[in-house]
């Protein structure tokens, strides 16, 4: 059982991680429970989406209840911690080290150096699943990757995922 707060702002992807990982969970026949929060009618706008995997009834997390947050911005982390459970694990995308509990990648320079910006997200993604316990799995997540859209786009969203894991393998040595 899982319960997952992803955020950041409008147009980061949040609302495609958790669709992406809502649809990964479903395949495998897991329950799936998801609520969006966003003010995207302006682009920049604050978002936020709970993920729960698991048998739930609720698709809101309570305070102090969440498993893990995923950021996609520094801001949103300070707007949405709260959410975490003691001992709960933040993944953050941030120029600034990592500390206890608290693990940041800076996906916003790699997606650039990839492709493009838009790969940020999928960065966050691949370094937060490794850095997890998931019922989702990296192999999971490669495959629904490569089942999606264009070639160009899949290509993309495949090397940022691997270029998240990296990052998330060079911190744990």
């Known amino acids: 059982m899982t319960q997952m707060i992803l955020c950041g702002r409008g147009g980061q ?14 395949q495998k026949g897991l329950n799936v429970i998801s609520s969006e929060t966003h003010g ?13 995997i698991g048998p739930f009834s609720s698709p ?9 947050l995923v950021s996609l911005d520094s801001s949103e982390t300070l707007n949405n911690e709260h959410f975490l459970k003691q001992g709960g694990i933040v993944f953050e995308n941030s120029s600034a ?7 940041r ?8 150096s990839i492709g493009g910006i838009q ?6 993604l691949g370094f937060s699943i490794f850095l ?15 089942e999606g859209s264009r070639y160009r786009t899949r290509e993309q969203n ?6 998240g894991v990296r990052v998330a393998e060079a911190l744990m040595e």
């Open 132 to 146: 997890s316990n998931f019922e989702i799995s990296l192999d999971d997540i490669r495959q629904q990757l490569a």
């Open 105 to 112: 990648v800076d996906a916003s320079n790699m997606a650039r």
């Open 40 to 52: 995207m009618a302006v682009r920049g706008g604050s978002v936020n989406s709970h993920l729960k």
């Open 97 to 103: 080290s990592s500390e206890s509990g608290l693990y």
């Open 119 to 124: 790969l940020e997200n999928v960065i966050l």
């Open 158 to 163: 495949l090397a940022a995922l691997e270029a």
């Open 60 to 68: 809101l997390i309570r305070w102090g209840q969440a498993d893990c």
């Open 13 to 26: 992807g949040i609302v495609f991680l958790t669709r992406l990982l809502g649809d990964i969970a479903t």
